[in-house]
């Protein structure tokens, strides 16, 4: 502005002459935008050899300048993945013992994922976006190869990660999509969180705000999936985390999956997220409960399996359509599996939840009752070993991953009783 002010008396012309040169090599030095057109064609013609062909002859040209300029300053700070060889040497994070008992009263008021953004990466928030947006744009691509190419060799974290796209935030490496992953120890456990959402976009931002600092302070290495259902059908939230479980482990092969409402906010740092002790049931009561559950086979809100747990339980039944039922299905199925569940005592295990309109229980599963007597005869039938759902639109978010899929009615298979009159009054 300065420079611009002063351009209309002569001498001033060289003043601004010499105010744009200052500014350029300013920008050509500090960048971002210079080093990351040129980052994000490297990794493009490295991904999608379709496009490379004029690609290539521009970063043969640049290639000469950009080394002259030092821009490999700039590129370790947008961080070469060399994570794994870094963690090895590493000592172990802390364990679930060590974590420190801090009770949190969560902040429940509204907020944007703008602003969230904003308070969670601090200063690294524009590098974070850009990186999340050009890792979305080159997402079609990756997973094109995936599908189509039988089962590619390295996962989505992996490619993404080769394209020089984490950002180094507090003592934590962030990889667009919202996976975190400790600098300063060897973390202990690889978490993958997956809530099965629907239009709950103004719990989001408050759900996110409150998970992930908890998630640093617990040293964990996480990722978070947001799995939606992206249609007007009942909500099928067991088939939706279902789908969540699936996709999460194309982009990394994570230990286990805690199964998280959107609106369930956990109320101590103690209360830990890592694979130990499960199946686990992570609470023991909130206030609309007067802090206790109301039964004790309350298997909801957040439940956490190991990766191997799951799919030998089968994962969630795909026949709940609308709210209720899914979750004690979902319990008799563990523990039918001859797994005792776990749950945190006492006020470890607290949870607040953020208020909605109760508008959502006249969607209620009438049928629930009937399908929950039928649980074991469908139980190795129904699951993960008969999901089949139409490619799923994903997209990376600074924060999150999302996981958006149009579900339908899977055939009923003949051996299981229909729950007749009462399902088909309730469907649609
Ligand atoms: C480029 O940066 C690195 C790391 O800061 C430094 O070691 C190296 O000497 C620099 N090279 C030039 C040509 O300035
Ligand atoms: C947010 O909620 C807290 C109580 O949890 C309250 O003290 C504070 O004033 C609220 N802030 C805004 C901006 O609404
Ligand atoms: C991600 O990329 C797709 C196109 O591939 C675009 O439609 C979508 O808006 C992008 N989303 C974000 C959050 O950048
Ligand atoms: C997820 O992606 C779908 C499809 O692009 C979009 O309609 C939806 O708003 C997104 N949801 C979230 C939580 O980002």
């Known amino acids: 502005m300065y420079c611009l002010a002063r351009i209309n008396s002569r001498r001033s012309f060289y003043i601004f002459i010499l105010c744009t040169t200052m500014v350029t090599v300013t920008w050509f030095h500090q960048g971002p ?17 379709s496009t490379s062909g004029e690609n290539t002859a521009i970063l ?37 013992s060590e974590i420190p008992k801090v009770r949190i009263d969560p902040r429940k008021n509204k907020t944007t994922l703008a602003r969230v953004n904003a308070e969670i990466f601090g200063s690294m928030v524009r590098k974070v976006r850009h990186a999340a947006g050009t890792a979305n ?26 394209m ?5 935030v507090d003592d934590y490496r962030v990889l667009p999509g ?15 969180i997956v809530v099965g959402f629907r239009n709950r976009f103004q719990h989001l931002p408050i759900f996110l705000r409150h998970i992930v600092p908890l998630l640093k302070r617990q040293k964990l290495e996480f990722s978070i999936f947001i799995s939606e259902q992206r249609n007007n059908l009942l909500f099928n939230k067991a088939m939706v985390m279902n789908i969540g479980f699936i996709e999460a482990m194309e982009f990394n092969d994570f230990d286990c999956v805690v199964f998280h409402d959107v609106d369930h906010l956990a109320m101590n740092v103690r209360n830990y997220y890592g694979c130990e002790n499960m199946p686990k049931h992570f609470e023991s009561g909130e206030p609309k409960w007067n802090w206790k559950l109301p039964y004790q086979e309350l298997f909801g809100g957040a439940v956490g399996v190991t990766t191997s747990q799951f799919v030998e339980i089968n994962g969630f039944p795909n026949v709940y359509w609308g709210w209720g039922g899914e979750d004690d299905d979902f319990y008799n199925r563990v523990v039918a599996n001859g797994f005792k569940p776990s749950r945190p005592e006492g006020e470890i295990g607290y949870f607040d939840t953020i208020e909605h309109n109760s508008k959502d229980s006249s969607r209620l599963n009438i049928a629930k009752f009937c399908l929950q007597k039928q649980c074991a005869e469908r139980m190795s039938t129904d699951g993960l070993s008969n999901l089949k759902y139409e490619p799923p639109t994903i997209e990376l978010h600074p924060l999150y991953t999302n996981i958006s899929v149009n579900i339908q009615r899977l055939p009923w298979n003949p051996k299981w009783k229909r729950c007749d009159t009462l399902d088909t009054m309730y469907s649609l």
């Open 33 to 49: 935008w210079f080093q990351n057109v040129y980052l994000y064609m490297q990794s493009n013609t490295e991904l999608a050899s």
């Open 60 to 96: 043969r040209a640049l290639h000469p300048i950009m080394t002259s300029l030092n821009w490999t300053r700039n590129r370790k700070s947008i961080g070469a993945l060399k994570i794994k060889e870094h963690t090895e040497a590493l000592k172990p994070c802390l364990s679930s």
């Open 137 to 162: 744009k080159s997402l079609p691509s990756i997973l094109m190869k995936r599908r189509s190419i039988q089962k590619a060799a390295s996962s989505i974290d992996q490619t993404i990660s080769k």
């Open 164 to 168: 020089n796209l984490a950002v180094d």
């Open 178 to 192: 919202g996976h975190w992953i400790p600098l300063s120890c060897r973390p202990l456990w690889k978490v993958a």
